[in-house]
């Protein structure tokens, strides 16, 4: 049921692109991406909700591939900033078409932006 | 417009002794969720609350481990005859009334057993 992410970790220079994948073997009502520095609380990214959208935000962006049931996060012209842990958070269909509201967190992908 | 307030930020318990975490979502928030994070891993769900009620808590251990959402007041999530395995950060979140919103977490409790 826990999303798989992938990679586990990257090590970028600044300035370089990086993805993060995140896959789920259950219908997803909605993708959460979040990004968590050590010690400190996760910070909200993004949502993606069913329907296939794609979403941006300055450098970082994501898409959602209901089919699939597939997520992407892309960094684009990475920052010393965006280093920390990103995690997927994925919602799923109850029965029928409604949500449960509850996130079931992948395992998180550890990011380094070196110099 | 404040975020999503814990506390205490830091707890220490001895065995055997209960430990009281206090979640106030964010102004405007009726949905509340708590997440627990053991060192070097992932967040786990453990229960989902709105105002009085209950929605899922597929995610909390049966037994010790209880949570509740008053009408007026903080969410509180209660740990009786803590064990070492209890350490953790617990994460809180809150989301507005349709919850198809973003859940914004707050700084987190790190307990830690003695």
């Known amino acids: 049921q826990q999303p798989v992410q992938s990679p586990q970790a990257v090590i970028l220079r600044e300035g370089e692109d990086a993805v993060i994948n995140c896959s789920s073997s259950?219908?997803?009502?909605?993708v959460h991406w979040y990004r968590q520095k050590h010690g400190e609380a996760p910070v909200f990214l993004m949502i993606?909700?069913?329907?296939?959208e794609q979403k941006g935000h300055e450098k970082i962006s994501a898409s959602f591939n209901e089919k699939k049931q597939q997520s992407s996060l892309y960094l684009t012209a990475s920052q010393l900033s965006y280093s920390g842990t990103y995690f997927c958070?994925?919602?799923?269909?109850?029965?029928?078409?409604?949500?449960?509201?509850?996130?079931?967190f992948g395992q998180g992908t550890t990011l380094q932006v070196k110099p | 417009n404040a975020g999503v307030m814990q506390n205490p930020r830091h707890l220490v318990r001895r065995r055997g002794q209960e430990a009281r975490l206090r979640c106030s979502p964010m102004?405007?928030?009726?949905?509340v969720y708590w997440y627990r994070q053991l060192p070097e891993e992932g967040l786990k769900f453990m229960v989902y609350?709105?105002?009085?009620?209950?929605?899922?808590e597929s995610g909390m251990p049966k037994e010790r481990f209880s949570a509740e959402f008053p009408k007026e007041g903080p969410s509180i999530l209660r740990i009786q005859q803590v064990v070492r395995g209890d350490s953790a950060a617990y994460f809180c979140?809150?989301?507005?009334?349709?919850?198809?919103?973003?859940?914004?977490f707050g700084p987190g409790t790190r307990l830690t057993v003695t």
């Open positions: 609350l709105q105002k009085e009620n209950i929605i899922d």
């Open positions: 102004k405007g928030h009726s949905h």
């Open positions: 993606l909700l069913k329907g296939g």
């Open positions: 259950k219908a997803l009502y909605s």
């Open positions: 979140a809150s989301s507005p009334d349709r919850d198809d919103y973003e859940q914004y």
């Open positions: 958070g994925t919602e799923h269909l109850r029965g029928g078409s409604s949500n449960t509201g509850k996130l079931i």
